[in-house]
């Protein structure tokens, strides 16, 4: 199993600042590599695919780059809308994806 | 409207059988690959199996000969059938789309909740 290792598990940034998260997997991924933003009572919601091509409808502001092993994804100047759980998924491994743990992004 | 909606959760007593289903709408159902994906309370999200457009099913070791996935694209719908649950297998349970067979999701549901609990 691919084990994707995101970090950190709590990022705390202010409104208008960069937040720039990480994901790492425990093996070669390629380009494989989807990011999804996650609000409380809510399903995830897909933000970028191909490690680095960004969903329908999704902000410029979010972009995601990396491949092989390390990834990250940045936001470039946050909105209070931003606030949410992030996670990586791998998958190189179709159909067996995984997903790291998630990072809490909260506001500063 | 494009969507996904699951059914079927509730409280059911360890070792019991549950059914899920997810009823899609406003895209060719047949044409893409499923998944459900479950997430305990507070934790992150756990793949649990897959289907593809031939039927073809997948599960990963945590639950494979327990759990049953199958469609009927006649009725655009989506099931999971699990059995012998435990404690462990609480969580909601989000039906998935398979954006091009590729792997991630671009469609999910707003989840059923399932309890295993005595």
């Known amino acids: 199993e691919i084990v994707m290792t995101q970090s950190p598990a709590t990022l705390s940034v202010s409104p208008g600042e960069r937040a720039t998260l990480s994901c790492r997997a425990s093996?070669?991924?390629?380009?494989?590599l989807a990011w999804y933003q996650q609000k409380p009572g809510q399903a995830p919601r897909l933000l970028i695919y191909?490690?680095?091509t960004r969903a329908t409808g999704i902000p410029a502001r979010f972009s995601g780059s990396g491949s092989g092993t390390e990834f990250t994804l940045t936001i470039s100047s946050l909105q209070s809308e931003d606030f949410a759980v992030y996670y990586c998924?791998?998958?190189?491994?179709?159909?067996?994806?995984?997903f790291g743990q998630g990072t809490k992004l909260e506001i500063k | 409207e494009v969507q996904l909606v699951e059914s079927g959760g509730g409280l059911v007593q360890p070792g019991g059988s549950l059914r899920l289903s997810c009823a899609a709408s406003?895209?060719?159902?047949?044409?893409?690959?499923m998944h459900w994906v479950r997430q305990a309370t507070g934790k992150g999200l756990e793949w649990v199996s897959a289907?593809?457009?031939?039927?073809?099913?997948y599960y990963p070791g945590s639950v494979k000969g327990r759990f049953t996935i199958s469609r009927e694209n006649a009725k655009n719908s989506l099931y999971l059938q699990m059995n012998s649950l435990r404690a462990g297998d609480t969580a909601v349970y989000y039906c998935?789309?398979?954006?091009?067979?590729?792997?991630?999701?671009?469609?999910w549901g707003r989840g059923t909740l399932v309890t295993v609990s005595s």
């Open positions: 289907i593809g457009t031939a039927g073809d099913p």
């Open positions: 191909g490690a680095s």
């Open positions: 998924q791998q998958y190189n491994n179709w159909p067996r994806v995984t």
């Open positions: 998935a789309r398979d954006s091009r067979g590729e792997g991630y999701f671009d469609l």
């Open positions: 093996q070669s991924v390629s380009s494989n």
């Open positions: 406003g895209f060719t159902f047949s044409s893409y690959d």
